[in-house]
C-alpha cells in the first residue's frame, strides 16, 4: 500500500492515465557510450567515477561522476535498467521521488517532455536534477549546483535512446546453462553450495554475477562464501529457501531474474 507522500507524487505524475509500455519493450544500447557523449556539457570537468551495480529482481544500474576543474562541483549520471519492463522502472522512480526527509514530495511533471515520464524540483527555477523513464530505462541526472540546468543533456541522453529501442529484449537476456544446489536438501546448520554454470560465450567475460539469498523470502539461509561461480550458505531454519543469482550484462546493464529453492530440514536454527 502506497504511503500519502506517494500518492501525492503518483497523482502528480499521472502514471494510471498513460499505458505501460510492453515488457518485453525497452533499450538495448552500449551505455559505456554516455561518457563519450555528454562531455560537450561538462567541458573541462575531471571524470572520477564508473560504477556498475547488479540487483535482485532483474535491475542493473550504472553511474558516473564529475567534478569541476576546481573541485567545486559535481555532476552525476545514473542509468538503471529494468529486465521486468517499465513497470519496475516506475515503482523505481516513486521510491526514489520520495525518499525526502520532507513531509510532502519535492517532485513533480518536468517543465519540458523527456521520455515517458519525467520529474523534477516543484520548484521551476531549479534544473539541476532530473530523473526520467522511457521504456524499461530510469535516469537520473544530478548537479550540486543549482544554477546548472541538465534539461538540454537529458535531451541529448534521450535521443540516444530513442536510437536503441527493440522489442525483444528477452533475447538479449544473458544466458545461464543451469544452477546447481548440492546437496538439494539440507539440515539446519549445514553447509551447502550453489554452483552457476554459464554457456560458451565470449560476450559472458564481460558479465557482472552475485549470488545470495532471495530478498523476497528472507530469514531461512546465512551467506558464507562465495569462489567464483560456487557460493557457500549454511541452512539457518527449516523451510524452503530462495536462492536469487543475478548476472549483469555490464554493456547493456540487462539482468535475468533467476531463482533457485533449497529445502531446509528439521533442527533447530541456531542463535
Not at 527555477?125 to 530505462?137: F, Q
Request: hydrophobic share 35%; glycine share 8%; with cysteine.
Amino acid at each position: 500500500m502506497n504511503t500519502d507522500k506517494e500518492k501525492e507524487f503518483i497523482s502528480r505524475m499521472g502514471f494510471a492515465k498513460k499505458a505501460l509500455r510492453p515488457e518485453q519493450h525497452g533499450i538495448l544500447a552500449d551505455w559505456g557510450q554516455i561518457p563519450q557523449f555528454t562531455k560537450n556539457y561538462r567541458t573541462g570537468w575531471k571524470f572520477y567515477l564508473d560504477d556498475k551495480k547488479v540487483y535482485q529482481g532483474g535491475m542493473g544500474e550504472a553511474s558516473w561522476s564529475y567534478r569541476s576543474k576546481k573541485g567545486e562541483e559535481s555532476l552525476s549520471i545514473q542509468v538503471t535498467v529494468f529486465s521486468k519492463g517499465q513497470k519496475a522502472a516506475i515503482e523505481r522512480m516513486i521510491m526514489k521521488a520520495t525518499a525526502t526527509t520532507t513531509m510532502f514530495c519535492p517532485y513533480g511533471p518536468a517543465s519540458e517532455s523527456v521520455g515517458d515520464f519525467a520529474a523534477m524540483s516543484l520548484n521551476e527555477r531549479i534544473k539541476d536534477s532530473i530523473m526520467w523513464i522511457y521504456y524499461n530505462v530510469l535516469v537520473e541526472i544530478d548537479a550540486s549546483d543549482n544554477r546548472y540546468n541538465v534539461l538540454p543533456m537529458a535531451k541529448s541522453m534521450q535521443a540516444f535512446m530513442e536510437k536503441h529501442v527493440s522489442t525483444e529484449i528477452d533475447k538479449h537476456l544473458p544466458r545461464v546453462e543451469r544452477i546447481e544446489v548440492n546437496p538439494p536438501r539440507v539440515g539446519v546448520g549445514k553447509k551447502f553450495q550453489v554452483k552457476l554454470y554459464l554457456p560458451e560465450d565470449p560476450a559472458s567475460s564481460d558479465w557482472m554475477i552475485d549470488i545470495d539469498e532471495s530478498l523476497d523470502k528472507p530469514g531461512y539461509l546465512n551467506y558464507v562464501t562465495r569462489d567464483g561461480l560456487t557460493a557457500t550458505f549454511i541452512g539457518k531454519k527449516p523451510g524452503q529457501g530462495l536462492i536469487s543469482v543475478q548476472v549483469l550484462d555490464k554493456k547493456t546493464l540487462l539482468s535475468p531474474v533467476l531463482e533457485i529453492s533449497v529445502e531446509i530440514e528439521g533442527g533447530k536454527s541456531k542463535q
